[in-house]
């Protein structure tokens, strides 16, 4: 663990895709996989926008066909993030989606694993100077005795001879990742992997079901990881809607200390104490800060916190940038850790607003 409230990365070595640098001197790179047929041209192009809005920076899509592959040259005309090919089984649609200008392929030492196919895809990769992640996931792990003996050493083993033959090439533009759907294997595994490498490591539980179980196995895998310093980019599987996976993304990442995007809210759950109405002034700045971008303003985090009473408020609205503390029908606004004024209970909201405008320049 790093400084108070801040994580301190593994080091590791920095990979190239696009324009986009991966590697513990950069912010966790935050990814997404499209759900949409890849040659439906139109459909995965406005589902890469919509997440590309919403804060994804590195996207991914499944390249099963050779037009799949082709389909890559249309969309990234009209997307402005790197583009990942997903590639299984037939090395030479990799070859096919780097001619066609994909960014980063994502191989699987499960199903590509002829040495000559896996040297074609890696001369490839280094003329063209794109990236290559070589992702093991525990479902399309071929040593199925192993897996069971011991999970985590089998794939970290399989993972390590695999990445041979590609430092024998001199090729290091290489992200690293094991998935699996049972978060402690993947941690233990993922954990075992960094000690033993220092390339970039993609973070995911896989197949983690609906959101509400997806987001908390997530949650819990990808921000135990992020907590021990690793893992480079993210991405949150769920079996739902994709624009769910970047806010669970963000959320997992601003509450590990990694990243912030939007200014923070520390609110507590409320009690018999409480004397206002705090979840809906809560519920209100928040939508009212969600326009508040931390990059726009030149913040790299800003934490404001609603208390509903004495006990625990002034501390916490004193520890924030700015707080507020209620008591009957009114609230002390605190502002780098003094009060600056008394508000009523209606005023409360703008008045923070206001004094975070001040705050913020
Ligand atoms: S800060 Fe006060 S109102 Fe809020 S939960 Fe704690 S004791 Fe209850």
Known sequence: MGDWGM??????????????????EYPIVIQSMTK?????????????????????????????????????RDIKKNINIP??????????????????????????????NKKSHVNNVIVCALEN??????????????????????????MVDELLKYLENFYAQKFYNIVISIKSSDVVSTCSALKRVASLCDCPIHLGITSTGLPEDGIVKSSVGIGALLLDGIGDT??????????????????????SGARYFVPEIISCPTCGRTQVD????????KQKLGNLKLKDCGKEKLTVAVMGCEV???????NADIGIAFGKNRGAIFCDGKIVETVHVSYAVDKLISAIRRLIG
């Open 278 to 285: 705090l979840i809906s002034i809560v519920r209100e700045l």
């Open 312 to 318: 625990n408020g002034p501390g916490e609205a004193r």
């Open 129 to 154: 100077n794109v990236a290559i992640r070589v992702g093991i996931n525990s479902g399309s792990f071929t040593k199925n005795n192993s897996l069971k003996q011991n999970p985590e050493h089998a």
């Open 83 to 112: 583009i990942v090919a997903d590639i299984h089984f037939d090395y030479k649609l990799a070859l096919e989606a780097v001619n066609y200008g994909a960014d980063k392929i994502r191989i699987n030492p499960g199903n590509i």
């Open 36 to 72: 949409t047929d890849t040659c439906d041209i139109d459909k995965t192009t406005k589902q890469i926008q919509r997440l590309e809005k919403a804060g994804c920076e590195l996207i991914r899509v499944a390249v099963k066909t050779s037009e799949d592959a082709r389909a890559i």
């Open 234 to 255: 993210i991405r949150v599987s769920l079996t739902g809607e994709s624009l769910l996976e970047i806010e669970t993304a963000k959320r997992i990442l601003v509450a």
């Open 7 to 24: 994580i301190e990365r593994r080091k590791t070595s920095i990979v190239t895709v696009g324009d986009l640098k991966i590697g513990s």
